[in-house]
């Protein structure tokens, strides 16, 4: 069923836009992230600008933006200095050389001097080739075929892995054992055999499935927080177990820091929680906003790249544009105080909807660490993708966001998606949203 805006008369330039673009584009938009089915519905709101936290459409609102791309604009929009180098490479330097430059180095450099488990990296453009790379390495170096991936998470849309991100449970076995289910037609019959698919937070089947199968496991690939079923925890022990049974089956742990990579922390997540994964991989807060991506390691798996047993190749991998945001973004990330300034920022919105949400008695959780989080509204907590699947309420949820975008705040519409805050975004940007949120919570509390 289409859905209808509460108020269209805000957003008539982009429905217009919406119905031209449907003519050109297959519907009418170039990422299912923005899609109608992806809860944009019944058309999404068409950019104009951004300038730091905020973002202005074409029927000129202006709103605080924690869609933020979807994580890339860790540095809040047209960051300064990383739009200054990029300006300065392109107009000095050119873009595009296929031969190297100094500057991949001194970005290799950056990038293991912040992440101590990475001992060599590759760069390349997007989330979905390192994981293409990174899981193809894993396999080359142990002589193993399968990968444990869990269900509920999303490593990008290559075959190997694009399978039960989201599936009906219906089809998807029971709780205890999933089954493997493609994303949607077109994968090839025969990756589900190279796929084991477990429930998040759940050490006992990780463990039988490393006990059973472990002599044919390669990888385990996962999030350290699971960030594409809306925001769920690592419970506590979980990571540090999931790090001890792979070491102990001779498995090797890759984190697809995609989204909390340079965001939880400048040594990412996994340094937030101390765990030291084989390999990881690396992509939304290492640009600045630009397309960059990166996967690295322990030298000896990383050496079969070095001696061209697994090849990396990308016609624009460590291009200039990427290169030079990528280094100007680190440079910026790594100046003192700014993750302890931005936790200060992110807590005070997170922690003051926890207690709208308790004041008011609102049947929502609010999740997260740090800038990262979402609202669940559901009556109990969600602890894995099959929770989320059964209890959020996102008919709820589209209430609670079209609230806040009719009063100035910007976020993905789907509950599966997360709020992400910027290093822009001030204590008066949370003052007002908090005001925006109890406002909008408690119109739907009446209504």
Same mark, same amino acid.
């Given at each position: 069923m289409t859905m209808h805006y509460q108020q269209p008369d805000r957003s008539r330039r982009s429905a217009a836009l919406f119905e031209t673009a449907r003519k050109v584009i297959p519907g009418g938009v170039n990422s299912t992230a923005r899609a109608t089915w992806a809860g944009w519905d019944p058309y999404p709101i068409f950019a104009q600008s951004g300038t730091g936290s905020r973002l202005t459409d074409v029927d000129g609102n202006e709103y605080i933006d924690y869609l933020l791309g979807l994580g890339p604009m860790l540095l809040g929009h047209r960051p300064p200095a990383v739009t200054r180098a990029v300006v300065a490479f392109i107009e000095q330097r050119g873009t595009v050389f296929a031969l190297p430059t100094a500057d991949e180095t001194t970005l290799a450099e950056k990038i293991i001097a912040a992440v101590p488990s990475v001992q060599r990296v590759r760069l390349c453009n997007t989330g979905t080739e390192a994981v293409l790379y990174t899981v193809r390495l894993a396999r080359a170096f142990t002589g193993r075929r399968k990968i444990i991936r869990f269900?509920? #998470?999303?490593?990008?849309?290559?075959?190997?892995?694009? &399978? @039960?991100?989201?599936?009906?449970?219906?089809?998807?076995? @029971?709780?205890?054992?999933?089954r493997p289910v493609p994303q949607g037609p077109g994968l090839p019959a025969g990756i589900d055999e190279t796929l084991i698919i477990l429930p998040w937070n759940d050490v006992t089947a990780l463990r039988d499935a490393l006990e059973r199968e472990g002599d044919d496991i390669a990888a385990v690939l996962s999030e350290p927080i699971m960030c594409n079923t809306g925001c769920i925890l690592p419970e506590p022990g979980y990571l540090e177990a999931m790090r001890a049974l792979t070491r102990k089956h001779g498995v090797l742990l890759i984190l697809d820091e995609v989204i909390t990579g340079f965001r939880i922390a400048l040594g990412g997540a996994q340094g937030h929680y101390g765990i030291t994964p084989d390999l990881?991989?690396?992509?939304?807060?290492?640009?600045?906003?630009?397309?960059?991506?990166? #996967?690295?390691?322990?030298?000896?798996?990383?050496?079969?790249?070095?001696?061209?047993?697994?090849?990396?190749?990308?016609?624009?991998?460590?291009?200039?544009?990427?290169? @030079?945001?990528?280094?100007?973004?680190?440079?910026?990330?790594?100046?003192?105080?700014?993750?302890? $300034?931005?936790?200060?920022?992110?807590?005070? %919105? $997170?922690?003051?909807?926890?207690?709208?949400?308790?004041?008011?008695?609102?049947?929502?959780?609010?999740?997260?660490?740090g800038p990262v989080f979402q609202i669940w509204f559901a009556d109990r907590p969600i602890r894995n993708y $099959?929770?989320?699947?059964? /209890?959020?309420?996102?008919?709820?949820?589209?209430? &609670? &966001?079209?609230?806040?975008?009719?009063?100035?705040?910007?976020? /993905?519409?789907?509950?599966?998606?997360? %709020?992400?805050? @910027?290093?822009? /975004?001030?204590?008066?940007?949370?003052?007002?949203? %908090?005001?925006?949120? $109890?406002?909008?919570?408690?119109? #739907?509390?009446v209504s």
């Open positions: 269900e509920g #998470m999303y490593h990008g849309f290559s075959d190997s892995v694009y &399978w @039960s991100k989201h599936p009906d449970i219906a089809k998807a076995g @029971s709780d205890h054992a999933p990881s991989i690396f992509a939304k807060g290492l640009g600045g906003g630009f397309p960059v991506a990166a #996967m690295g390691g322990r030298a000896d798996i990383m050496a079969l790249v070095e001696q061209g047993r697994v090849s990396i190749a990308g016609t624009y991998n460590a291009n200039g544009i990427a290169i @030079s945001a990528a280094n100007a973004a680190l440079d910026e990330l790594a100046r003192p105080g700014m993750y302890e $300034r931005l936790y200060a920022v992110s807590d005070r %919105l $997170r922690e003051g909807l926890e207690r709208m949400v308790q004041d008011l008695r609102v049947p929502a959780h609010v999740v997260g660490l $099959r929770d989320a699947a059964r /209890h959020a309420d996102h008919a709820a949820f589209r209430l &609670w &966001w079209e609230g806040m975008l009719n009063r100035g705040v910007l976020f /993905h519409p789907g509950a599966y998606e997360n %709020l992400f805050v @910027s290093f822009a /975004h001030t204590e008066a940007d949370v003052d007002q949203t %908090l005001a925006a949120a $109890r406002a909008t919570l408690t119109e #739907m509390l």
